[in-house]
């Protein structure tokens, strides 16, 4: 809960490393084991993630078209012809 408010309440880049680095202190101080995998995480890619808060835009509808085309892929259990995926694919997503 308080992770997700950083990101809402949060516009400013500095500020918001800051809270980050001081959500992350939390996380450590509590030893609850749950939370290492994404505290981590987050300190791995503090820069990347600090770019959010530059213009509030994330990856959702990249990661979104990559999903579709994986189902797309699985679908036919493998691409033999790629100039033919690729215009099916354009034709059902484009």
């Known amino acids: 809960m308080n992770l997700s408010n950083i990101f809402e309440n949060t516009t400013d880049k500095l500020y918001g490393l800051a809270r980050l680095a001081k959500w992350h202190e939390a996380i450590r101080q509590s030893g609850f084991k749950s939370f290492n995998t994404i505290s981590r995480s987050i300190q791995n890619h503090y ?25 797309f892929r699985s679908q036919f259990r493998g ?16």
């Open 47 to 71: 820069e990347t993630i600090l770019n959010y808060f530059d213009n509030r835009s994330t990856n959702a509808s990249a990661e979104s078209f990559n999903a579709k085309i994986k189902a």
């Open 79 to 94: 691409v033999r012809n790629i100039e033919f995926f690729l215009y099916r694919l354009t034709q059902i997503y484009a």
